[in-house]
């Protein structure tokens, strides 16, 4: 064999030394040329290149081609397998084992999948994976560009440079992975990626990264493989067994960044959150516990809407073992993890996802729609199947790997709408010219039905501010397939209602009565979120009317309001104690105010109204059915007044009553389902509640009447500005 018969052609070696072969794992490592094992190399700084096996057996030097460290050699062989080198220069000698002498770790069922979109194991498969491969520990890296002409792995481990770790291109599907070994836990790496124009894009963070650096850093982070040690498989069996619109729901929606801060102004720790947070939590009787995005994010007051790594727990509190170590406290407290996720769109920051193999790869290349003007961000592509099967796998992954309770997507509106916030000319209509996106109401359907269908127990929640019909119906009778969505339009009427100085109730008292029309169309959840308490809005207690005592005397009435109405609860973190000012997000909540009788008098409040909630099944039990409400008086204009009852199959109702003005009644007459004695169970006037303390002396004395649609009837004192429960006493 002549030198020119298994020698690399010049301008291939020159290919590989400036990171633009478009196939180096057919050239470097172990190649077969003419019958002859050759072994190629391209090491930076070495001068000197011993090849040896993985038992250590001595293939010789390699003969250095290129100045820059490419060297090929002849070796005697008898099959492909791991290549280990010893390299030396002046300063000294290192080992470096040979990338591209390994086979690929991805197989043909995962092409086959990852081409139809139906690949449900994503995670496992793509972003950065420690693991030992043919003998030898390291990581393998997957990521999706279809476009690139190169995609290399980088890191400190190679210098950032990109022409030393080039990945393999599986051209059926568009995935370049590579296994390097050595490397693992804690790895910092990128994706070097030159686009089909040949441009080198800026670096590239890791689309699958499950772990990512703390900001502003932005690279990605090789994760600890080893499986975190749950503790919850009780609270999982149970939690499976749930129908969870007849089953108590309260939840704390919390912004881990403010709700407590350390001394010196720095976050709490995932660990430390589980000290503080979900005792707190469930001390107030809720079940659940949402979170704001904590998906890893680069700008601290996008509070997690803008997300660059949708796989990654941020950083701010720890790393993902944190994380889980959160969760599982919470469920071990019995407490159930929402978690706020981001499907609609995503930032345009250059490390991301916005063009990235130089291509409109998971936005729409037309910006009509793949822009977003409300929020400068990026759209994703619902019609492209890896598109779906990204944003797909990431709510399953939540789900599975940190065991969490529930989702709640934001911004469904936005996604439903194809002109959402868009004048006309300046959005694409769908094939039958109207402006529903049916690209994004099959990718919502078919993440609600695999979350649904794999993790039996869990739910999906929407935010969705419109009359978009069936949000929450069964994608088998026509719907979304969401379990929950959240009612904007209670909270915007009913915020609007309470804002009004008490004269002028009267005159808007629909406002507090239309949501009952509605409120079984869907699953509802009644939200008083972070929204409400930003950007000029205020604190809950601040946009009542009013003196002081008036402003918490109507909040303690509302709040009460609110619980009693049918659907599930929501309230954002500090209103469980009437945060005077509006929600900052740089700095904690002012935890101070709860040692002055009204604020405590505020949480007592809310704690009972958990309490109740969860004890009384009328409460409860049909939040989501016209069955467990009824009327009792709905039209009292002149008096602010409103009574309704909650009822359940088998107990015993509950009569809930509002009086909204200031003026306290005495002997107000009013309708009772039944004739005894009914117990205050809940008196938002009451003195443990910094009320006046004026009531019934917790009895209500209920007389059976002729005649009439009810049954009964019974005079009862209503406090200023209250809400009652009562209960029939059955001792």
């Known amino acids: 064999m002549t030198k020119e018969d298994w020698q690399a052609d010049s301008a291939e070696v020159e290919a590989i030394v400036s990171g633009r072969h478009p196939n180096p794992f057919g050239f470097l490592g172990l190649q077969e040329v003419h019958g002859q094992w050759v072994l190629r190399a391209f090491i930076p700084h070495a001068e000197v290149l011993s090849a040896f096996t993985l038992d250590g057996t001595a293939l010789g030097h390699l003969i250095p081609r290129h100045a820059d460290g490419f060297f090929e050699g002849k070796v005697a062989i008898d099959k492909r397998q791991p290549i280990r080198y010893r390299a030396k220069n002046a300063g000294g000698e290192w080992d470096v084992h040979d990338p591209y002498s ?41 990521v999706w560009a279809p476009n690139a002409q190169r995609v290399s792995v980088v890191g400190p481990f190679n210098d950032w440079d990109g022409r030393r770790n080039p990945m393999r291109n599986r051209f059926e599907n568009g995935i370049w992975e590579v296994f390097i070994p050595v490397l693992g836990t804690g790895t910092l790496y990128k994706f070097e990626i030159v686009g089909p124009d040949g441009v080198t894009l800026p670096l590239k963070a890791d689309p699958f990264a499950r772990q990512s650096e703390m900001r502003p850093k932005t690279a990605s982070v090789v994760p600890d493989p080893t499986p975190f040690t749950w503790t919850d498989e009780k609270y999982l069996a149970e939690r499976a067994t749930r129908d969870w619109r007849r089953t108590p729901m309260s939840i704390y929606e919390v912004h881990l960044g403010s709700w407590r801060r350390r001394p010196d102004g720095g976050f709490l720790s995932y660990d430390q959150l589980a000290e503080q947070l979900v005792p707190y939590v469930a001390d107030m009787g809720y079940t659940h516990i949402e979170l704001l995005p904590i998906s890893e994010h680069p700008y601290d007051p996008s509070w997690g809407y803008q997300p660059t790594g949708l796989y990654a727990p941020t950083a701010r509190f720890g790393d993902p073992a944190g994380f889980a170590r959160f969760v599982d406290a919470a469920h071990e407290a019995g407490l159930g993890v929402i978690l706020d996720w981001v499907p609609a769109h995503f930032p345009t920051d250059a490390h991301g996802l916005a063009n990235f193999d130089g291509t409109a790869l998971y936005e729409h290349a037309d910006p009509r729609q793949g822009f977003h003007p409300d929020w400068n961000t990026a759209i994703y592509n619902f019609g492209r199947k890896e598109v779906v099967s990204f944003l797909v796998n990431n709510a399953l992954y939540w789900l599975e790997k940190f065991h969490i309770d529930g989702l709640r997507v934001d911004a469904v509106a936005s996604m439903l709408y194809l002109d959402y916030s868009r004048q006309q000319g300046e959005w694409v209509p769908n094939k039958f010219g109207g402006n529903q996106n049916l690209e994004a109401v099959e990718f919502l359907r078919r993440v609600n039905t695999e979350a649904y269908r794999l993790h039996p127990g869990t739910f999906m929640i929407a935010e969705e501010s419109t009359s978009w019909p069936g949000v929450s119906k069964p994608v088998d009778a026509g719907g979304l397939g969401f379990g929950f969505k959240w009612n904007m339009g209670f909270m915007n009427d009913t915020l609007r209602f309470m804002s009004r100085e008490p004269v002028h109730r009267k005159f808007h008292h629909n406002d507090m009565t239309f949501g009952t029309v509605y409120a079984f169309s869907e699953n509802f959840v009644l939200p008083l979120s972070h929204d409400e308490v930003v950007h000029g809005k205020g604190s809950l207690l601040e946009k009542m009317p009013g003196d002081d005592w008036q402003k918490f005397a109507n909040l303690r009435a509302y709040f009460g309001f609110m619980w009693g109405q049918p659907g599930k609860k929501l309230l954002f973190m500090g209103q469980e104690f009437a945060q005077r000012e509006e929600w900052a997000d740089a700095k904690s909540l002012d935890w101070y105010l709860l040692d002055a009788s009204m604020h405590e008098g505020m949480r007592r409040l809310i704690a009972d ?123």
Request: aromatic share 12%.
């Open 102 to 142: 390994f086979g690929p770790v991805l197989g043909p069922m995962d092409d086959y999948y990852m081409g139809e979109g139906s690949h449900l194991r994503l995670f496992d498969k793509l972003g950065a994976h420690e693991m030992a491969f043919e003998g030898i520990h390291g990581t393998h890296f997957a």
């Open 609 to 731: 109204l958990n309490l109740a909630y969860r004890e009384l099944p009328a409460l409860h039990e049909r939040d989501c059915e016209p069955e467990g409400f009824e009327w009792v008086i709905g039209n009292d204009h002149a008096n602010s007044v409103l009574a309704w009852l909650r009822k359940a199959p088998g107990g015993d109702p509950i009569l809930v009553v509002s009086n909204f003005t200031p003026m306290p009644r005495s002997g107000y007459k009013i309708p009772m389902p039944m004739a005894g004695k009914w117990v205050e169970r809940i008196n938002t006037d009451a003195g443990w509640y910094a009320g006046s303390n004026t009531g019934n002396q917790g009895v209500v004395e209920a007389y059976a009447v002729e005649g009439r649609h009810w049954p009964a009837e019974a005079e009862i004192y209503l406090p200023p500005l209250s809400t009652l429960f009562l209960k029939l006493d059955q001792a």
